[in-house]
């Protein structure tokens, strides 16, 4: 049979009978070149459908998750593995990706489920070393160190697992198709195949995908789309602290996060983010504020920092470590037109604590307030923490879910919030003193007092 050649864009996985400068899908520059083969998934049987049914006698049986019995991802899955499902676990190299995965399978070997992982990238040894430090020694776990895709399917066939995972499918190639290892061609039909071989077998199969240093998923794009779950991984280095967020999942919601501190035992849960993110907070210091946020649907207090220092340079820098640099420049605007908080002429720098990522607006006021404190020498009491998002105007505005944000306020021992101001209905905690602003001037006023 005669081969056809085709071109394929190396970002979003499209196809042309020619070349193009510019692929017509994604926009992109340069990235369609020449492939030769028979398309996408070309030696991947076809999946034979069954017949259409009502909609009323589809058993739901087989949608129910495994749990992995590691809370926190759990929570995240919204209960755990589905059989059939392929989920994709993607992040940057360091962030504990094998480590996660290899607790994950531990738990499920011990409820009783046969698991196979395929280390591409490691030996055998090594995944055992780590196994024996995270307690992941299970005789339910199966290991093995193997880069050949046909050989994959065949030691699949030969055990017959309840979960696959291959760490990772980028160093996973097949020799009869072009390209090496990670190349658009073997990512992109090697996910093909084990999308397949999942819905066809009913394994959960877990893939293991890198991120590139822009800190978007390495290879064809087509990747995310074809599986059914995606998971991103991702944290500070330079703090323990890890993140676990669902970008798409078929079977729940993508607004929950887990969160976990790496320690020499492996991963642990974090239940209580807000006690950890506030556990090395120095009340009555210029330039901290607490800020009560939502991360998905659940409520956390971080607590956020400012400094600024006086520069004779032409252009001040403006650093912002966890939370959108934009969103801190727009600030700084707001405060100096709205609230007489001018911070031309120096350099500002400002952190959200504790290695978190914060892009959610309810961390605008407290921001605000940080950068004032700096700015003035005044502080935020002990006390008090700021939920607000704040317009280019000036104004104090409303943010979801207030009443859930209080509530860990209060559950943390604040006395005093500065909220937008409410609807009637949304009543204050007991023991938590509400004050309602109107605008970041007034926000200013109310919650910065002198230092000392």
């Given at each position: ?56 006698e589809?058993d739901?049986?087989?949608?129910v ?48 489920s046969t698991?196979?992982?395929v ?34 399917l ?54 293991v ?34 993140a ?26 974090v ?16 330039g ?12 956390m ?20 470590v ?5 969103r ?22 400002a ?9 959610e ?11 004032a ?28 879910q ?39 001037r ?11």
């Open positions: 049979m005669k081969t056809k050649t085709v071109h394929r864009c190396a970002e979003c996985g499209s196809e042309s009978p020619r070349w193009l400068g510019r692929c017509p899908t994604c926009d992109a520059w340069g990235t369609v070149a020449e492939v030769a083969g028979a398309g996408a998934g070309a030696g991947a049987p076809l999946r034979t459908a069954a017949g259409p049914v009502p909609i009323a589809v739901a049986h087989d949608a998750p495994m749990p992995t019995r590691i809370d926190e991802l759990d929570r995240v899955l919204e209960g755990g593995l589905v059989a059939g499902s392929v989920t994709l676990l993607a992040g940057e190299p360091g962030m504990g990706k094998s480590t996660l995965l290899l607790q994950a399978l531990g738990a499920l070997a011990a409820d009783g698991c196979l992982l280390a591409a990238e490691e030996s055998c040894a090594q995944v055992r070393v780590r196994a024996e430090r995270v307690g992941a020694l299970c005789a339910g776990l199966l290991v093995v160190a193997e880069t050949s895709l046909p050989h994959v065949e030691h699949v066939d030969a055990v017959s697992p309840h979960v696959l995972a291959l760490d990772s499918i980028q160093a996973i190639a097949d020799p009869d198709l072009p390209g090496a290892p990670g190349s658009v061609t073997q990512v992109r039909d090697g996910a093909h195949r084990f999308v397949h071989l999942a819905k066809e077998r009913g394994i959960a199969t877990i893939l995908g890198h991120v590139t240093k822009e800190g978007t998923l390495a290879g064809p794009r087509v990747l995310e789309h074809v599986v059914d779950t995606v998971l991103s991984f991702d944290g500070d280095r330079g703090h323990s602290l890890r676990l967020h669902a970008l798409k999942h078929r079977f729940g919601s993508t607004s929950e996060v887990g969160l976990f501190e790496m320690t020499e035992r492996g991963l642990v849960d239940p209580d983010a807000s006690a950890r993110f506030l556990m090395d907070r120095r009340p009555g210091v210029p901290s504020a607490v800020a009560a946020v939502l991360d998905g649907t659940r409520p207090l971080v607590e956020v920092q400012a400094l600024l220092m006086p520069t004779a340079a032409p252009m001040p820098r403006r650093s912002a966890g939370m959108e640099s934009g801190l420049a727009m600030l700084l605007a707001v405060l100096e037109r709205h609230a007489d908080v001018a911070s031309t002429g120096a350099d500002v720098y952190s959200v604590a504790g290695g978190l990522r914060i892009t607006r309810g961390l605008d006021l407290a921001l605000a307030l940080a950068v404190g700096a700015r003035l020498g005044r502080v935020v009491t002990r006390d008090t923490v700021a939920i607000g998002e704040i317009g280019l105007g000036g104004e104090v505005r409303s943010v979801p207030l009443e859930r944000r209080l509530a860990e306020a209060a559950r943390l021992g604040f006395t005093r919030a500065v909220v937008p101001k409410r609807d009637q209905t949304i009543a204050a905690p007991a023991g938590l003193r509400v004050v309602d602003v109107t605008d970041v007034d926000a200013v006023h109310e919650a910065l007092v002198p230092a000392g």
